[in-house]
Nanobody
Framework: QVQLVESGGGLVQPGGSLRLSCAAS????????MKWYRQAPGKERESVAS????????NYADSVKGRFTISRDNDKKMVWLRMNSLKPEDTAVYYC????????????WGQGTQVTVSS
């Protein structure tokens, strides 16, 4: 059974930081592109960060570039999203996603973790 379990979400003030974690199991983690998606109220689902299977390259949405950092450890089967300088518009449910390529949305999805940025 494949599992992607997100954690680390919560309530944070604007300008604050959070680190989201995703624990993977049940598949060959090291062969998959890993991504973080988010779904904000009133907005479409979007990919905010991606990392290659070996961790050698990353990609970010323009809205988070310079503030968010994706990383992974294939030995631990973990992927993280460090979020700095958070803004209210970052409020969303964040999903950990495993994909077979850069192009696809993903074959395995976590259940999400809520991030709320508010004073």
């Amino acid at each position: 059974q494949v599992q992607l379990v997100e954690s680390g979400g919560g309530l944070v003030q604007p300008g604050g930081s959070l680190r989201l974690s995703c624990a993977a199991s049940g598949f060959v983690f090291s062969t998959y592109v890993m991504k973080w998606y988010r779904q904000a109220p009133g907005k479409e689902r979007e990919s905010v960060a991606s990392i290659t299977s070996g961790g050698g390259a990353t990609n970010y949405a323009d809205s988070v570039k310079g503030r968010f950092t994706i990383s992974r450890d294939n030995d631990k089967k973990m992927v993280w999203l460090r979020m700095n300088s958070l803004k209210p518009e970052d409020t969303a449910v964040y999903y950990c996603v495993a994909a077979r390529s850069w192009a696809e949305n993903g074959v395995y999805w976590g259940q999400g973790t809520q991030v709320t940025v508010s004073s």
